[in-house]
C-alpha cells in the first residue's frame, strides 16, 4: 500500500513530469539495476529500486519505499549506500522514503 500511494503522490505531482514503477521487474532488463556488495554474505548483489522519476527541474530521482523496521537493517544500507552512490556519479538523486512518511504526511 505505500508503494502505491507514493506512486500516486507521484504521478499526481505538478513537481513531476514522468514517473516509471521498477521495483517489479527484478532483473537486468528493467532498466535499472545497482549492483552493492552484501554485508551479510559478502557477495555482489543487484538491486532495483521502486520507481524513477523525471522532475519538472529535468533531475532524475531514484526512489526507494521502506517499511520503517526494515530502515536499519544492513542489506537495505548497503543497497542506500550503492544506490545514492551511483545516482551522484550519473547526476541523479536517490531517495528513500519510510512507508509511516508516505501514509502519515507525504513525500512529494
Known sequence: VPENKCFWEYIKSDKVKEVYFTGMFTSKYNGIAIQ???????TVRSYYPDFISFLDDDTIRIVEVKGDNKIDDLVV???????????????????????????????I
Do not use: C, L, Q
Open 36 to 42: 552493492y556488495i552484501d554485508p551479510e554474505s559478502y
Open 77 to 107: 544500507g548497503a543497497k542506500a549506500d550503492a544506490a545514492a552512490e551511483m545516482a551522484i556519479h550519473s547526476k541523479m538523486s536517490y531517495v528513500m522514503h519510510a512507508s509511516n512518511d508516505i501514509m502519515r504526511k507525504g513525500v
